[in-house]
């Protein structure tokens, strides 16, 4: 979720006392941090202890009906009041200690009002009955929707309930202190329709069957956790369940009627468990674990204690699992047990502690199960979104404004470099005791520095100074040269040095390699605006390549000039795949003549997906005999990745080529099958029918394959106003609210190249417009303000808006159209 920012925020600047400062030069005496209003620690007056949650629903009418009790001690020692977040939640009725209690509502929540103040060492019992018409935080899904799905098809909307609670979103469906920094055992009462599955966090301890055709859930925690983590799913699960070596059992959920899913969604469940527990030194901290898939979900995943919620786009049959998996979202998700929910930040201004220990914990479970190269290319990735985040501002880690690059990404590339400086041993042993201390506790990025100096003597202040309280990263110059009996590294340090940036200080590897076979190696304290490094060398033996930083364990940019022969050397003779990769990405303006033969040498050697995919992406434009057959071995590579980046860089199709392209319309990759269609369709357009013959009856993920033959069909035969087309009618019906959001996003951006409109169209745009989830939404509305830039087109929209019945905000949020 990152925001537009702007450095026009105020800058705080901190006095400190301080002897020596890794990045300020002796001369200064202030260092400056941006000042985070956001990710002050709210204050509250009560510890809450137990909550009990009671909720039924009236689905069609999307309403919550409930009572909530809460048993709390006061902290502070004069109150008379006590406010918990509940914006639009209709209050019916608040009990203290059973007894009746003034209160007051207001657009933030309920106020309750004691007639006497709270005696300090007693507890206390709070007990509010409540309605509430969420528009947050719960939701309700597919229940007004009537068509029934008889061609099976499993992108249609389902019928389901589910929850959403960070950031603080509880508040919007029960009345709670909502927010990170106060934990209570909690109970979970919900009452449903017996045909649906229930799951909600803890173990189930009740389910019981009423007269009334409903059954009541009762689940319940044994250990605190924070109310933002409070989670309802409810559909017709099935499920599956996986036992770990250390006993913890996995229940994993899903679709009782798409059981072709659960294997190739769960695979590693168990085995990611164990990892994780083994990785941390700590065994995992709840009582039972489980995954819930839910329809139209605006995130990747949700952490909820003992219960993650994740979207049903991950819940992937075999087929498509090979192109999108839910395997290391579902480390993530585990990995915010421990991190996240056992041990959580104290504010949102540390909420690099859930998300960037989750990102770099499912990171090594991928490693584990993918290898080095694999772990490489993901830092790589993690690197470059690090460095894209500064083109547009220069947040800290720990800054409630981060973004998500650096708070996922930048943060888990942070850790790698910790275990980097301080070493495997000191790493594992602080993160053992780290999560030991903090049981069910909340904690501060000063806490997880601590714990470094409290467990193996280590004072990290300059690394979190430089990585965590700071912006940016260490941008270096290099060159050598060679001398007689040395090869001299000469560094300068080049990003901008000012109050949010400095100096960065960090261990750094010289590696040299020398003709005869022979090399030298060292690592060096880099810290100063310029350093110089010399390493031994042979006397008679010359440079074969160099490498600063081999493997590339610092986040960093690198300007390092080398000549076409060391750059092929380092493709070729480089032990870490990033390292011959970098090598590769540096040719990329070399004639390609000069390359070739090397490049065709690399890829018909197989290796890493990365090199392959980039080789292919410098050669596909080569008509060489040479180049175009690795084009042919790519375009039928068994891995799908490899055939889709041959299959994209393809400007035009050789006639060598042209079979094979076709071939890939049979692809097991639905997406290759679309990319494939919409390539021949453009480039070979006589053999249009053809081509649509074959892919007519495959519908693909979220139906992209079919949507993409009706667009074509469209762009075919549609004129101005044809509103009664067929395949537009088919087209603007995966619009609607009767398919899940990806499938409809799929549709509007057909519809965005298309020369068509109907009320149908028109009512269905307004319908995602107003949805919950921002990624329907916002392609929604973007298209309906294309669209009514057409006066025609805007008539017809205001006859659609007349037409409907809309509630007071959907009027009002539908009017700015108009």
């Known amino acids: 979720m990152i925001m537009a920012l702007n450095l026009r925020l105020f800058l705080a600047t901190l006095l400190v006392s301080f002897f020596t400062i890794a990045n300020l030069s002796a001369q200064d005496t202030t260092i400056t941090y941006l000042r985070d209003p956001a990710g002050r620690v709210h204050e509250h007056n009560v510890d809450y202890l137990k909550m009990v949650l009671s909720v039924k629903f009236n689905t069609s009418e999307g309403k919550v009906i409930g009572n909530v009790k809460y048993d709390f001690k006061p902290i502070q020692y004069v109150l008379d009041t006590l406010f918990l977040n509940a914006p639009g939640i209709d209050i019916k009725k608040v009990m203290l200690d059973g007894k009746d209690v003034a209160f007051t509502e207001d657009s933030a929540g309920l106020t309750v009002k004691f007639l006497q103040?709270?005696?300090w060492n007693k507890k206390y019992s709070l007990d509010i009955t409540f309605e509430s018409t969420p528009r947050k935080g719960l939701y309700f899904i597919g229940w007004n929707v009537n068509a029934k799905n008889t061609d099976k098809d499993p992108y249609f909307t389902r019928k389901q309930i589910w929850t959403q609670g960070e950031g603080t979103d509880n508040r919007y469906w029960f009345p709670c202190y909502d927010d990170v920094d106060d934990k209570m055992i909690t109970e979970t009462i919900i009452t449903f329709d017996s045909a649906y599955t229930v799951v909600s966090?803890?173990?189930?301890k009740e389910k019981k069957k009423n007269t009334d055709g409903t059954f009541t859930w009762h689940y319940a925690m044994e250990k605190p956790m924070a109310t933002y983590l409070v989670m309802i799913g409810i559909d017709k699960y099935a499920y599956k369940d996986y036992k770990s070596k250390n006993g913890i059992v996995s229940r994993q959920y899903y679709y009782a009627d798409r059981p072709e899913t659960a294997v190739p969604t769960y695979k590693y469940s168990a085995e990611m468990m164990d990892f994780i527990a083994n990785e941390t030194g700590f065994n995992y901290p709840w009582q039972t674990y489980a995954n819930v898939p839910v329809q139209d979900f605006m995130f990747g995943a949700m952490e909820n204690t003992t219960a993650t919620i994740y979207g049903d786009f991950l819940l992937t049959d075999a087929r498509a699992a090979i192109e999108r998996d839910y395997m290391a979202v579902n480390a993530h998700e585990l990995t915010h047990q421990w991190f996240g929910d056992y041990v959580t930040a104290q504010s949102w201004q540390h909420l690099w502690l859930h998300e960037s220990f989750a990102t770099y914990y499912s990171k090594?479970?991928?490693?584990?199960?993918?290898g080095e190269a694999a772990y490489q290319w993901e830092k790589r990735g993690e690197a470059n979104q690090a460095i894209g985040a500064d083109k547009n501002d220069r947040y800290p880690i720990a800054h409630t404004l981060g973004g998500r690059a650096r708070i996922y990404p930048k943060g888990s590339f942070v850790l790698d470099m910790l275990r980097y400086v301080v070493g495997d041993s000191v790493y594992r042993r602080s993160i053992s005791a780290y999560l030991k201390k903090h049981s069910y506790s909340n904690v501060n990025s000063h806490d997880f520095m601590q714990t470094f100096m409290e467990t193996a003597g280590v004072n990290l202040d300059w690394f979190f100074d430089e990585w965590i309280y700071r912006a940016g990263y260490p941008k270096y110059s290099v060159k050598y040269e060679r001398l007689k009996d040395n090869v001299v590294f000469y560094v300068a340090q080049t990003q901008k040095i000012d109050e949010l940036t400095g100096l960065f200080k960090m261990p750094i590897v010289f590696e040299v390699?020398?003709?005869?076979?022979?090399?030298?190696?060292?690592?060096?304290?880099i810290s100063n605006a310029n350093d110089t490094v010399y390493l031994s060398a042979p006397k008679n033996s010359d440079v074969d390549y160099a490498l600063f930083d081999p493997a590339s364990n610092v986040l960093k940019t690198v300007d390092f000039k080398k000549s076409f022969y060391e750059?092929?050397?380092?493709?070729?003779?480089?032990?870490n795949m990033i390292d011959?990769?970098?090598?590769?990405?540096?040719?990329?303006?070399?004639?390609?003549a000069a390359k070739r033969d090397l490049l065709l040498a690399i890829y018909n050697e197989g290796g890493y997906t990365a090199i392959q995919h980039e080789i292919i992406k410098q050669l596909a434009k080569d008509n060489n005999a040479s180049s175009q057959a690795m084009m042919v071995k790519a375009l039928r590579d068994k891995d799908f990745s490899t055939r889709r980046v041959a299959l994209e860089n393809l400007e035009t199709i050789p006639d060598i080529l042209l079979p094979e392209v076709e071939r890939l319309l049979k692809d097991s990759s639905y997406t290759i099958i679309e990319v494939a269609l919409r390539k021949l369709v453009k480039l070979n357009p006589a053999k249009t029918n053809t081509y649509m013959d074959q892919i007519r009856d495959i519908k693909g993920i979220s139906n992209n394959v079919r949507i993409a033959y009706l667009e074509i069909r469209c762009k075919d035969t549609v004129a101005e106003n044809a509103s009664n087309h067929e395949f537009g009618k088919q087209l603007v019906s995966y619009?609607?609210?009767?398919?899940?959001?990806?499938?409809?996003?799929?549709?509007?951006?057909?519809?965005?190249?298309?020369?068509?409109?109907?009320?149908?169209l028109i009512y269905n745009l307004f319908n995602a417009a107003l949805y919950n989830n921002s990624r329907l939404s916002n392609p929604a509305m973007r298209l309906l303000k294309n669209l009514l830039k057409n006066p025609g087109k805007?008539?017809?929209?205001?006859?659609?808006?007349?037409?409907?019945?809309?509630?007071?905000?959907?009027?009002k949020a539908l009017q700015g159209y108009f």
């Not at 390699?513 to 304290?525: E, L, M």
């Not at 750059?567 to 032990?575: C, D, E, I, N, T």
């Not at 609607?736 to 951006?749: G, H, L, P, Q, V």
């Open 117 to 119: 103040p709270m005696d």
């Open 201 to 204: 966090n803890g173990n189930l």
């Open 364 to 370: 090594q479970f991928m490693r584990h199960i993918n």
């Open 513 to 525: 390699h020398f003709k005869d076979g022979s090399s030298s190696s060292k690592k060096v304290w």
């Open 567 to 575: 750059l092929g050397s380092q493709l070729v003779k480089a032990k």
């Open 580 to 592: 011959r990769y970098d090598a590769l990405v540096a040719m990329r303006d070399t004639d390609v």
């Open 735 to 760: 619009t609607s609210n009767r398919y899940e959001f990806r499938t409809r996003i799929r549709a509007m951006d057909a519809f965005e190249h298309l020369n068509y409109c109907d009320k149908d």
């Open 794 to 811: 805007l008539q017809l929209a205001k006859e659609v808006f007349a037409a409907n019945k809309w509630t007071d905000w959907e009027k």
